[in-house]
């Protein structure tokens, strides 16, 4: 029975059922309730969809902030009968980079094939993953995409790793965080002759040399051309409004709804004109985002193990955003499964339980001094909801803290284990 339940034919089918399941309640649901399981932002893609079959522009669509690929590829749900077809292509995503999650910890993880359907599960039977999926969050493209861009990374396909790392740019902004580790772990295996001046210093044009080795050069040519490509046909079909909504639209967007961040209550306030002030201390937020997830982490990090230094960049970079919802919590689900077979979570199954507990807990303090906010109407902004969003800020610090150290942990096991199975072979 367990090698049944751990084999890839029934995890793989066990998921399809799951979001199966799901996207026939959300059709029940929809049909019958007033509060709708569809997220509201699966009806402005589909409307910017209507628009783009009429031969318009998507960004007719008031809030479409996305795109027009996006738009492209959900021209479907235009026709009679089709609606529903963007929530089966996003489920589909999903289950492809579970597929792709199997293959990298199979292949480049070692892992048996038992072991390896074990932790692909935690992204395909993820209820939460499954949930947004259906409900018509378009995450799970850009889960596909970002999975298969390590699984190209991982098979030294540089150009094509390179051609996905500017798709997933242009499709998301925050995918650019990965190429400082990317290139920072491409590092040539074989050693290098190192060509020094008198006094016995590197040269800086060798030192620049060996940085930019074949791999780099080729990731970098690789995904400004596709990101430039891509970016200069949608500006030449729809112009400046694509600019202002795919790109400029996230520097100063002040979305205070369903948002966990710290800055919640500042972006409500700022929101008001005649609440607004001239310090804006949530136009900072950027700063220890991009510090943390673009320079620090990948740089020391990212040639230990690349996959888990990815999930602790999306990890810094989602929890110290200005903007916080639950669909980008799926940004960095999507690299746990590469992390936790060697985590201090496992290890010490009491410290896991804490984490789980906390990080729900967290969620859920959140989410009904939201819900008195946004459904009963009453003012729950201060102290309660500002509290209870610091307080899921301090929780995810102290998991980003265990991630980082479990990183540096596990290197350094890898290390000795390699060491020791070279002194095996010697002896």
Request: charged content about 15%; some cysteine; aromatic content about 16%.
């Amino acid at each position: 029975m367990s090698k049944i339940l751990t084999s890839p034919a029934f995890a793989f089918s066990a998921a399809i059922a799951l979001r199966a399941a799901l996207f026939s309640y959300g059709l029940y649901q929809d049909s019958t309730s007033p509060v709708k399981y569809t997220d509201i932002d699966y009806f402005v893609f589909t409307d910017a969809a209507r628009f783009t079959a009429w031969g318009r522009s998507p960004y007719e669509r008031e809030t479409y902030r996305y795109t027009p690929l996006l738009a492209w590829l959900l021209i479907p749900t235009a026709w009679p009968g089709w609606f529903s077809f963007g929530k089966i292509l996003f489920a589909a995503a999903d289950v492809l980079a579970g597929f792709l999650i199997y293959q990298i910890l199979r292949s480049e993880e070692g892992m048996a094939r038992e072991r390896a359907v074990m932790f692909a599960n935690i992204w395909l039977l993820n209820p939460m993953v499954a949930t947004i999926s259906t409900r018509g969050s378009s995450e799970g493209l850009l889960g596909v995409m970002v999975v298969a861009l390590l699984w190209a990374v991982t098979k030294r396909r540089v150009v094509l790793a390179g051609v996905l790392l500017g798709l997933a740019v242009h499709f998301k902004i925050y995918p650019f965080i990965y190429g400082v580790s990317i290139l920072w772990s491409l590092e040539d295996k074989k050693g290098k002759g190192k060509a020094v001046s008198g006094d016995g210093i590197p040269s800086v044009f060798q030192t620049a040399s060996n940085f930019f080795n074949a791999n780099r050069v080729a990731l970098l040519l690789a995904s400004l051309a596709t990101f430039m490509i891509l970016n200069y046909n949608m500006y030449n079909i729809y112009g400046w409004p694509f600019v202002q909504n795919n790109f400029l639209h996230h520097a100063t967007r002040l979305d205070h709804r369903h948002n966990f961040s710290p800055y919640n209550t500042l972006l409500y306030l700022n929101s008001s004109p005649s609440g607004s002030s001239s310090l804006k201390l949530e136009s900072l937020a950027f700063l220890p985002q991009l510090l943390l997830s673009a320079v620090a982490i990948p740089l020391s990090l990212a040639k230990k193990d690349l996959p888990s230094t990815m999930l602790a960049q999306t990890f810094a970079f989602v929890t110290f955003n200005k903007v916080c919802t639950s669909q980008y919590f799926l940004w960095y689900m999507v690299f746990l499964p590469f992390y936790l077979s060697d985590s201090s979570f496992l290890r010490r199954p009491a410290l896991g339980i804490t984490a789980i507990a906390l990080w729900v807990g967290g969620q859920a303090l959140w989410l009904q001094q939201g819900y008195n906010l946004e459904f009963l109407g009453r003012s729950t902004f201060v102290p309660g909801l500002w509290l209870s969003s610091i307080l899921f800020f301090l929780v995810n610090i102290w998991l980003l803290g265990i991630f980082v150290t479990d990183i540096s942990y596990q290197s350094r096991l890898k290390a000795d284990y390699r060491g020791a199975q070279r002194l095996k072979k010697h002896n």
